[in-house]
Structures are given as C-alpha cells and as structure tokens.
C-alpha cells in the first residue's frame, strides 16, 4: 500500500491529515498544540504574577488562591521544560541517525 492509498483509507480518522496534500506552515497540529501549551504556561504565570501582586499590596487576603496559582504556575513551566527537553533529545537522536 503507497503512501496516498493509506491517506484515503484513513481519511475519516479525526486528527490525521492526507499525505499527499502539500503542508503549509501552521497546517501542523502538532505545532498547534505546542503553541497553544506555551500560551497556557504564560497565561498560568500571569495569573500567578498578577495574585501575588495583589496580595503584596494588600487588595487580597487569600493566600490559598495565590499559592494554589503560584503551583500551578510552577508545575506547568516544569512539564513544558521536559517536553522540551524530549523533544530536544528526539531532534539529536534524529541527527545522530546515518544517512
């Protein structure tokens, strides 16, 4: 089976795309998808950035709220730095590969 035979026999399947269509740049979903992970760190660490400025000048009191964002915050940078990290590791291990 060529590769566009098994495009269109997979064609129904959510998520994949046809092979024999040309990519263009921010068709990827995976990019889509780091894209949009990266946007959630930041927002993250916005909200916790913004929470602990509150509570430094006294316009809240609820230091649980501030500590669970701040954790958040903290555990979401974390994960992204792994995946990175993976995919760091995947890209060498690609260019190691003999041709």
Do not use: C, W
């Amino acid at each position: 089976m060529d590769a566009v035979q098994f495009g269109k026999s997979i064609q129904g399947v959510s998520g994949v795309s046809d092979p024999a269509k040309p990519k263009t740049a921010g068709d990827s979903s995976f990019e889509r998808v780091l894209q949009k992970s990266l946007e959630e760190v930041n927002e993250l660490q916005g909200q916790a950035d913004q929470a602990i400025g509150e509570l430094a000048t006294g316009q809240t009191e609820d230091l649980h709220r501030t500590m669970i964002l701040m954790e958040k915050a903290e555990m979401s940078l974390k994960l992204m730095v792994q995946v990175r990290n993976k995919l760091l590791d995947a890209y060498q291990e690609i260019m190691r590969m003999p041709l």
